[in-house]
């Protein structure tokens, strides 16, 4: 009799029932932003004054302070390349950022208006995305799409996990050299937001995929802080992203990255 029920079982593969797909945060009212007012907060602040200025290396990371409506700017300043972001609340850097939360409000991959939360139990925005030079880009044929929040920055333990060797040149281990000077550890570097990285799922596999990044030279995305911020921005060692981790990448691929902050000007 069991080998009975086993055979049917096998013999009549299960039908599952065809149901529409729910969005399950359905642009809840909290991560909506008044447009016209973040337009004008970006008005403000690039007619301010640019109160820091600095240049990441390529394969390094580096770290810098917000106050609460300053105005970030990314530049792809030499050539095309991607950068995994991190972000503490500089009063508290218990609070960062939560990629995974931000991904479930607003979608896998950023767009202007979208907001980046911090992790529990505060679940604040820290951050508004304000202008993208590549928001044109959209989301191509294969679903592939800029910024995107769902993989996690580059590290020397899947390195080693791949390739059976060892090495230090990561975003995961630049990102806990330059946060050292903070009083950080390896322990406070998290999940990132990846600026001008193009990525998906297959859709066969479900398997996440990158694309060489489409930025160019001149090409920059915009923030401004929510709250007062520590950032650190690493320049990926996969440079672009045209080449698939533990495989050999050319220094060539490889660039820096331009910082500016901007501040609106006291009345």
């Excluded at 013999?11 to 809840?28: A, E, G, H, I, M």
């Excluded at 992790?119 to 508004?128: C, H, K, V």
């Excluded at 390896?186 to 996440?208: K, L, S």
């Amino acid at each position: 009799m069991e080998n009975t029920i086993c055979y049917r079982l096998k013999s009549q593969p299960r039908k599952f029932d065809k149901n529409p797909p729910t969005v399950c945060y359905d642009k809840p009212e909290a991560a909506q932003v008044n447009k016209a007012e973040y337009d004008e907060k970006r008005y403000n602040a690039i007619m301010g004054d640019v109160v820091e200025t600095l240049v990441v290396p390529k394969k390094s990371a580096r770290t810098w302070t917000m106050e609460k409506g300053d105005l970030c700017r990314i530049t792809i300043c030499e050539g095309s390349q991607v950068g995994d972001m991190n972000f503490w609340n500089l009063d508290n850097t218990k609070e960062r950022f939560y990629s995974g939360k931000t991904r479930q409000i607003h979608s896998t991959h950023l767009k202007i208006y979208d907001r980046l939360w911090s992790n529990l139990p505060y679940l604040n925005p820290m951050a508004t995305f304000i202008f993208d030079t590549l928001k044109d880009y959209g989301i191509d044929e294969d679903g592939g799409s800029c910024h995107d929040v769902i993989g996690t920055r580059c590290d020397d333990y899947t390195y080693k996990l791949i390739t059976g060797e060892d090495r230090f040149g990561s975003c995961h281990s630049y990102l806990t050299e330059a946060v050292k000077e903070r009083g950080l550890t390896e322990a406070d570097v998290h999940d990132v937001w990846n600026i001008f990285m193009c990525t998906g799922f297959t859709r066969d596999t479900q398997q996440y995929f990158c694309k060489p990044s489409p930025s160019r030279k001149g090409d920059f995305i915009e923030f401004i802080a929510d709250m007062r911020l520590l950032v650190a921005l690493s320049c990926c060692p996969q440079g672009d992203v045209s080449i698939a981790v533990g495989q050999f990448v050319p220094d060539e691929v490889c660039h820096p990255l331009k910082v500016e902050i901007f501040r609106k000007k006291d009345k």
